[in-house]
């Protein structure tokens, strides 16, 4: 398909798991999406910017069943 410019562009692009950098299909009811917010260090205030990240349900349910903790977005936020 082309956009309005004449450059061919995709017309779905889907979204892929932040922490295994897996593909996140349709019917991926147990993913999640999060925006965290960027905050200015100087001040500690928002700058009205935000990072998104996915994590597959994959992911969540491996958390789940092996006890470890809830929530391998932390993990992928503490990296950056």
């Known amino acids: 398909m082309q956009n309005d410019a004449g450059e061919f562009v995709d017309l779905y692009v889907p979204r892929k798991c932040s922490a295994s ?39 969540r349910r491996m958390e789940l069943l092996t006890g470890e903790d809830p929530g391998c977005g932390t993990c992928v936020i503490n990296k950056e």
């Open 21 to 59: 950098n897996r593909i996140i299909g349709a019917k991926d009811h147990a993913s999640i999406q999060m925006n965290v917010a960027e905050v200015d260090k100087g001040t500690g205030r928002f700058n009205g910017q935000f990072k998104t990240y996915a994590i597959c349900g994959a992911v």
